[in-house]
């Protein structure tokens, strides 16, 4: 029979009712919860188990009235709603429950106006640190950052001379790498196929980088072939029906496997052969990506390492007050070759 949860007179258990269960004093419950590791194994077990069948919830909140950390940190992303973040994210997120810290995750939609509130709220609630994605912001809210002096890292691209700390990959490399293996195939037609680049630095330097790859191969770059497409499937489908029905190129370069991923719809949709007809890449290497028919060659970003390497090195900033050291981490790329891009 399970033991019966015990309640404080206050409604809710509270750490003398969780000392009472576990048979120590409310000292040691209380450096069970703000240091784990000094309390001994035993302890903790018995701690543990108390907590779980009492239901005690910690107050987090209330322990910032004598300590200034919460054990939340903020993640603002652009989106949640595909594919793009979702290993980020997720990887972010184990980082800091290993380390008995939550995430507050808000999404903005690429409005940077919406994200200065988002900023705001998340700094009422007293976040110890926040990761913000790439370095477009709106100067409003790095000041509220910057004033309260919190911890803020730029995650998922990548500069040297960066005036945020960042953990990322080289963006502008992807976008040369993609397009470097096309032309190194024979294709000198290419399109690219790429979302609106204002407020959105990593879409920027990956198209830079594209376009680098044309030149450095001195290969004249023919700006019709520059399309703009939301990260969407079905805008990218309709678009890519239009452009391989018109005026086909040999090649497509994609923003990111979103929009590959309608490219490869489209070229099903009207008959066409990938890679006979047309070469179809993308950037991510999302989930899902190398199980296409054929598999889409991408230049993989390292997600999960980008999250788990933001967490730390924020839960470090916030626990020691200093700058990261390197100040700007950049983590490797790789070119997945598939079956979607041939010779033209």
């Known amino acids: 029979m399970s033991k019966k949860r015990t309640r404080s007179r206050k409604g809710a258990p509270g750490i003398v009712d969780v000392a009472s269960r576990a048979g120590v004093s409310p000292a040691t419950v209380s450096r069970f919860f703000n240091s784990p590791d000094v309390v001994k194994?035993?302890?903790?077990?018995?701690?543990?188990?108390?907590?779980?069948?009492?239901?005690?919830?910690?107050?987090?909140?209330?322990?910032?009235?004598?300590?200034?950390?919460?054990?939340?940190?903020?993640?603002?992303?652009?989106?949640?709603?595909?594919?793009?973040f979702a290993e980020m994210i997720e990887a972010f997120s184990t980082t800091l429950q290993q380390q008995d810290r939550t995430m507050l995750i808000a999404a903005h939609g690429y409005d940077l106006d919406l994200e200065v509130g988002i900023v705001r709220s998340l700094l009422e609630r007293r976040i110890d640190g926040i990761a913000l994605v790439g370095f477009d912001h709106d100067s409003v809210a790095l000041n509220m950052l910057s004033q309260r002096e919190i911890p803020v890292v730029s995650i998922w691209n990548y500069a040297q001379g960066s005036g945020l700390p960042c953990v990322g990959a080289d963006n502008q490399l992807a976008g040369y790498l993609v397009t470097e293996h096309l032309v190194a195939l024979g294709h000198k037609d290419i399109a690219f196929v790429f979302p609106d680049t204002q407020n959105n630095d990593r879409a920027r330097d990956r198209l830079e980088g594209a376009i680098d790859a044309l030149k450095s191969q001195n290969i004249a770059l023919d700006h019709q072939r520059i399309l703009s497409c939301?990260?969407?499937?079905?805008?990218?489908?309709?678009?890519?029906?239009?452009?391989?029905?018109?005026?086909?190129?040999?090649?497509?370069?994609?923003?990111?496997?979103?929009?590959?991923?309608?490219?490869?719809?489209?070229?099903?949709?009207?008959?066409?052969?990938?890679?006979?007809?047309?070469?179809?890449?993308?950037?991510?290497?999302?989930?899902?990506?190398?199980?296409?028919?054929?598999?889409?060659?991408?230049?993989r970003l390292p997600a999960k390492r980008i999250g788990k390497v933001a967490a730390e090195?924020?839960?470090?900033?916030?626990?020691?007050?200093?700058?990261?050291?390197?100040?700007?981490?950049?983590?490797?790329?790789?070119?997945?070759?598939?079956?979607?891009?041939?010779?033209?």
């Open 230 to 299: 939301q990260y969407d499937l079905g805008e990218a489908k309709r678009l890519g029906e239009q452009l391989l029905a018109l005026d086909r190129p040999t090649a497509i370069v994609c923003g990111n496997d979103v929009i590959a991923l309608g490219m490869v719809f489209a070229a099903n949709r009207l008959g066409l052969s990938i890679p006979e007809d047309v070469s179809i890449a993308g950037i991510g290497d999302f989930r899902g990506s190398e199980h296409l028919e054929p598999g889409l060659t991408t230049v």
């Open 313 to 344: 090195t924020l839960l470090r900033m916030s626990e020691t007050g200093l700058l990261p050291n390197p100040l700007n981490q950049a983590l490797p790329l790789e070119l997945k070759i598939r079956g979607s891009t041939g010779n033209p």
């Open 41 to 84: 194994g035993p302890t903790r077990k018995r701690i543990e188990d108390a907590a779980t069948e009492l239901g005690y919830i910690r107050d987090r909140m209330a322990g910032t009235l004598h300590n200034r950390f919460s054990g939340t940190f903020g993640l603002i992303v652009p989106t949640i709603d595909n594919a793009i």
